[in-house]
């Protein structure tokens, strides 16, 4: 028979093994919470102080010399001071401040030694922890101690090292680049001196003349030669001035003449002749409107006038010479300075590109090693005064105080922790023995591996229906189990039906008494056979003896009708298994069993056979091959399932009719799987707290059973 395909797990099945292995989880819980706790309450209690700090980049408080650049936040900056803090040469300082090795010795060994510096360290570095809050320049100190005051006092000394640390390494970077920049200082100085000597060396063997300071000084040739060319620059604008005087005159004639070279030319002599000839023209002007051109004082006045026209026009004459003669006096003496020019510009350069050009290197690098040295001193004396303005980078926001309650253990935390733990740990343990656990479990694991219809799931703690009664809600399981039965045999009613097992104690008996109890009930004759010779049980359910029986009818001891009792139930009797002879080779001969299955088929409807076990009894086979049909009986997680596969496999071997399997010993609220069967069967107990029956609930619970 083709097995079905197996089908994928849902969370239901993951959720059925932790109902079902509830109570391994629970234990493995409980057992970690009370570990956690024993463990937390002996852990001594560890108090932490914090000590705020923030740190800035080195700056002076205030400005001395320049305006200093406001800088951001700077992630390596503060990852180095991150990782300064929890360095040695600062937990060192603090070690020797604190006095730790000698405290800390006494509290440890039991002579009161002092501990040496490194286990010291050791200890304060794992108490310490730096944190940085994020994107800011604010950095925590947290020191776990015992002791509240030793952890607050260690963090503020941390604090405090680490800023005496910052503020004395400037101070220490500072002093050692004055030192260097006066080192440089002297070496700069004795350059300029042998810059100087080398200035003076030179001008004395060239016999340079300079005036004025070095760098800003002139020379003598230099200074002729600027006089003489501002005397040529005089001399040519004098030239100039004159010939345009001349060139004016030259160009004027008659009466124009005698009216601009009065203004042209500032000559007393000319200005005096210009005034008489216009006083005797106008004289003469008048003494025409009343005498005759004949008249003697007409005539005396126009010889007059004609005498100082001649005076006048020798007068320009000379005028006109006199400015000729200055021209050429002054174009002489142009010519003159632009031939001593020329001269001695020809004179300078020989003597600039011999004299001069060495004179005004060694000036040129005397001036810059004067720059070199003055920026040297001015540097050194703004350092001296940056050493002593003061600065801060290290601050101390807020400093440790002693905490009133301890951060270790936390009891709750680790409570739930343990509780985390623990249920991890048994879910993952009911896990594990659920992997390991092979026994049949579910229906499914039946239809999946032995490929047999479950006709019946009989709860736990299932007794003898004798006890319990014919009203006991049990008793439905059983009534479902005749009828899948009757069902599996293809609806024949009756014949001769054996209970089997694969092994010892799956509870086989009980069920095939209750369930011959379910049939007598219904009204059907019903026998009991014991016939488990080995271990026999039926007889104390009805409280019968088993001192005859079977035995002596297969021994045919006894007749049969001897051996059967009638019991308390009606329709139902009971074949005990007698006692077990020391020779019973062959007692359950096929030949024999077949005669007597077949002589009380004829007397009862249903005749029961409780059987032994089928791994290793070969009784049970013989049982199997001759009744009209077998009912294994697998108990809920007890045998692996290969047992109730070979049971399986023996039973069709020798030929039994197998019609399917009884699943017995479930515990219903346990694994919710069968919560189903628990809510159907409850259906019918007679009691007021009884779950009442949803619509359509009954229909589909035969019909599951079934």
């Known amino acids: 028979m083709e097995q079905p395909k197996e089908e994928q797990l849902h969370f239901l099945d993951y959720w059925r093994v932790i109902r079902s292995r509830k109570e391994i989880i629970l234990a493995v819980t409980l057992l970690v919470v009370l570990t956690g706790v024993a463990f937390t309450l002996m852990l001594p209690k560890t108090f932490m102080a914090d000590a705020r700090i923030l740190v800035r980049e080195d700056s002076l408080d205030v400005d001395v010399f320049e305006r200093q650049a406001i800088l951001g936040y700077n992630p390596v900056f503060m990852r180095t001071q991150y990782e300064m803090i929890q360095s040695r040469q600062i937990l060192y300082q603090v070690i020797n401040n604190l006095n730790l090795q000698q405290v800390w010795g006494e509290e440890i060994n039991e002579d009161g030694a002092a501990l040496d510096r490194e286990n010291t360290y050791r200890i304060l570095s794992r108490s310490v922890k730096v944190e940085q809050f994020r994107e800011t320049s604010m950095i925590t100190i947290q020191v776990y101690r015992e002791s509240s005051e030793e952890a607050a006092q260690i963090a503020n000394e941390i604090a405090s090292v680490?800023?005496?640390?910052?503020?004395?390494?400037?101070?220490?970077?500072?002093?050692?680049?004055?030192?260097?920049?006066?080192?440089?200082?002297?070496?700069?100085?004795?350059?300029?001196?042998?810059?100087?000597?080398?200035?003076?060396?030179?001008?004395?063997?060239?016999?340079?003349?300079?005036?004025?300071?070095?760098?800003?000084?002139?020379?003598?040739?230099?200074?002729?030669?600027?006089?003489?060319?501002?005397?040529?620059?005089?001399?040519?604008?004098?030239?100039?001035?004159?010939?345009?005087?001349?060139?004016?005159?030259?160009?004027?004639?008659?009466?124009?003449?005698?009216?601009?070279?009065?203004?042209?030319?500032?000559?007393?002599?000319?200005?005096?002749?210009?005034?008489?000839?216009?006083?005797?023209?106008?004289?003469?002007?008048?003494?025409?409107?009343?005498?005759g051109p004949n008249h003697p004082e007409v005539k005396r006045l126009q010889a007059g006038v004609d005498e100082l026209k001649k005076k006048l026009a020798t007068a320009l004459n000379g005028l006109k010479k006199g400015l000729r003669a200055e021209y050429e006096v002054a174009l002489s003496k142009f010519n003159a300075l632009e031939t001593e020019l020329q001269q001695a510009r020809k004179a300078d350069i020989e003597t600039e590109r011999e004299s001069y050009l060495p004179f005004q290197r060694a000036e040129r690098e005397m001036l810059v090693q004067r720059e070199i040295l003055n920026a040297l001193r001015a540097r050194v004396a703004q350092q001296g005064i940056e050493m002593e303005v003061p600065r801060t980078p290290v601050e101390l926001v807020d400093p440790a105080e002693a905490p009133?309650?301890?951060?270790?253990?936390?009891?709750?935390?680790?409570?739930?922790?343990?509780?985390?733990?623990?249920?991890?740990?048994?879910?993952?343990?009911?896990?594990?023995?659920?992997?390991?656990?092979?026994?049949?479990?579910?229906?499914?694991?039946?239809?999946?591996?032995?490929?047999?219809?479950?006709?019946?799931?009989?709860?736990?703690?299932?007794?003898?229906?004798?006890?319990?009664?014919?009203?006991?809600?049990?008793?439905?399981?059983?009534?479902?189990?005749?009828?899948?039965?009757?069902?599996?045999?293809?609806?024949?009613?009756?014949?001769?039906?054996?209970?089997?097992?694969?092994?010892?104690?799956?509870?086989?008996?009980?069920?095939?008494?209750?369930?011959?109890?379910?049939?007598?009930?219904?009204?059907?004759?019903?026998?009991?056979?014991?016939?488990?010779?080995?271990?026999?049980?039926?007889?104390?359910?009805?409280?019968?003896?088993?001192?005859?029986?079977?035995?002596?009818?297969?021994?045919?001891?006894?007749?049969?009708?001897?051996?059967?009792?009638?019991?308390?139930?009606?329709?139902?009797?009971?074949?005990?298994?007698?006692?077990?002879?020391r020779s019973s080779f062959g007692l359950l001969d096929s030949q024999r069993m077949r005669e007597l299955i077949k002589n009380l088929k004829a007397r009862y409807d249903y005749v029961f056979f409780d059987s032994p076990p089928i791994m290793g009894v070969t009784d049970a086979s013989i049982l199997a091959s001759e009744v009209d049909g077998v009912m294994l009986v697998v108990q809920y997680r007890k045998y692996p399932r290969q047992i109730s596969l070979r049971a399986k496999r023996m039973l069709e071997n020798v030929g039994g009719n197998v019609l399917g399997v009884i699943l017995n010993n479930i515990n219903i609220l346990r694994d919710d799987y069968y919560y189903y069967y628990h809510s159907y069967y409850s259906h019918y107990e007679p009691s007021e707290e009884a779950r009442p029956e949803e619509p359509g609930a009954s229909a589909s619970s035969k019909k599951d059973a079934l």
């Open 162 to 291: 680490y800023r005496d640390f910052r503020l004395s390494s400037k101070r220490r970077e500072i002093k050692r680049a004055v030192e260097a920049l006066e080192q440089e200082l002297k070496k700069q100085q004795d350059k300029v001196d042998l810059a100087e000597q080398e200035v003076e060396r030179i001008r004395s063997e060239l016999g340079l003349s300079i005036m004025g300071p070095a760098g800003q000084g002139f020379r003598a040739d230099k200074l002729r030669l600027q006089q003489l060319e501002a005397d040529r620059i005089g001399a040519r604008v004098e030239m100039l001035v004159r010939k345009a005087r001349l060139d004016q005159l030259e160009s004027l004639t008659g009466e124009e003449l005698m009216s601009a070279s009065a203004y042209m030319v500032q000559d007393q002599v000319l200005s005096t002749i210009r005034a008489q000839l216009i006083d005797s023209e106008v004289s003469l002007k008048i003494m025409l409107e009343s005498y």
């Open 404 to 581: 009133s309650r301890p951060v270790s253990p936390n009891l709750i935390l680790n409570l739930l922790l343990s509780l985390v733990l623990g249920l991890g740990a048994g879910i993952s343990l009911a896990y594990f023995i659920e992997y390991l656990d092979t026994s049949v479990k579910t229906v499914d694991d039946v239809e999946h591996y032995l490929s047999l219809p479950v006709l019946g799931v009989i709860p736990q703690k299932v007794r003898p229906l004798t006890e319990e009664g014919p009203d006991s809600p049990h008793a439905e399981v059983y009534r479902v189990l005749k009828t899948n039965m009757q069902f599996a045999n293809k609806g024949v009613s009756g014949g001769a039906y054996a209970l089997v097992s694969g092994g010892v104690g799956e509870g086989k008996s009980t069920t095939l008494f209750n369930l011959a109890y379910v049939c007598a009930q219904l009204g059907e004759k019903v026998l009991v056979v014991d016939s488990d010779l080995r271990r026999p049980v039926q007889h104390t359910f009805l409280k019968a003896s088993n001192r005859f029986g079977l035995t002596n009818v297969l021994m045919r001891d006894v007749p049969i009708e001897e051996t059967i009792k009638t019991t308390s139930i009606p329709n139902l009797h009971f074949l005990p298994s007698g006692k077990l002879p």
